[in-house]
T-cell receptor, first 114, second 112 residues
Framework: NAGVTQTPKFQVLKTGQSMTLQCAQDMNHNSMYWYRQDPGMGLRLIYYSASEGTTDKGEVPNGYNVSRLNKREFSLRLESAAPSQTSVYFC?????????????FGDGTRLSIL | KNQVEQSPQSLIILEGKNCTLQCNYTVSPFSNLRWYKQDTGRGPVSLTIMTFSENTKSNGRYTATLDADTKQSSLHITASQLSDSASYICVVSDQAGTALIFGKGTTLSVSS
């Protein structure tokens, strides 16, 4: 049972480049989330999706877009990367079809923007 | 303002000793509180979740307590092991589902 799988694990970008972070879960969970984690700060919600076809902004959505491709997959896109987006990004999921504390997290994507 | 404060920020203990981590919150009306363990380079893993009516929940050597009146929770680790070295994160939710606040975590180092 893989749980929540994120790709890539590491990425270095130049300012202005774009990229998509991929996330998939195999637990048939309804809700999926994207968080960022920065030193000295708690996890902050970027976007979440309570069900297939729906997405909602979290605390820090600026500069990001998301797509809930199907029940399993939830991707995060940076259209024009900025150094302030250097962070560790976590995808998470939970069973209920509403925003709640995640039950499972992936192991993160470490993103550096130069 | 909804807040979650964890203390201490970091802690070093000897293997085999017990320790207690604190989580104080102002989230209201309270719904539930969850503790996560995050190993270096990994995602958080859920340890326990507690609702308003629960005041103690255990998961192996981990025991969480909740006092909803004083808005305090603690995570007690018994007979610590080297593998307990990690960051421990508390998150609190309100009943409406609009506030879901993560604490900044306590970093625990267990040495031999």
């Amino acid at each position: 049972n893989a749980g929540v799988t994120q790709t890539p694990k590491f990425q270095v970008l130049k300012t202005g480049q774009s990229m998509t972070l991929q996330c998939a879960q195999d637990m048939n969970h309804n809700s999926m989330y994207w968080y960022r984690q920065d030193p000295g700060m708690g996890l902050r919600l970027i976007y979440y999706s309570a069900s297939e076809g729906t997405t909602d902004k979290g605390e820090v959505p600026n500069g990001y877009n998301v797509s809930r491709l199907n029940k399993r997959e939830f991707s995060l896109r940076l259209e024009s990367a900025a150094p302030s987006q250097t962070s560790v990004y976590f995808c998470a999921s939970s069973e209920a079809g509403r925003r709640q504390q995640p039950q499972h997290f992936g192991d993160g994507t470490r993103l550096s923007i130069l | 303002k909804n807040q979650v404060e964890q203390s201490p920020q970091s802690l070093i203990i000897l293997e085999g000793k017990n320790c207690t981590l604190q989580c104080n919150y102002t989230v209201s009306p309270f719904s539930n509180l969850r503790w996560y363990k995050q190993d270096t380079g990994r995602g958080p893993v859920s340890l326990t979740i507690m609702t308003f009516s629960e005041n103690t929940k255990s998961n192996g050597r981990y025991t969480a307590t909740l006092d909803a009146d004083t808005k305090q929770s603690s995570l007690h680790i018994t007979a610590s092991q080297l593998s307990d070295s990690a960051s421990y994160i508390c998150v609190v939710s309100d009943q409406a589902g609009t506030a879901l606040i993560f604490g900044k975590g306590t970093t625990l180092s267990v040495s031999s």
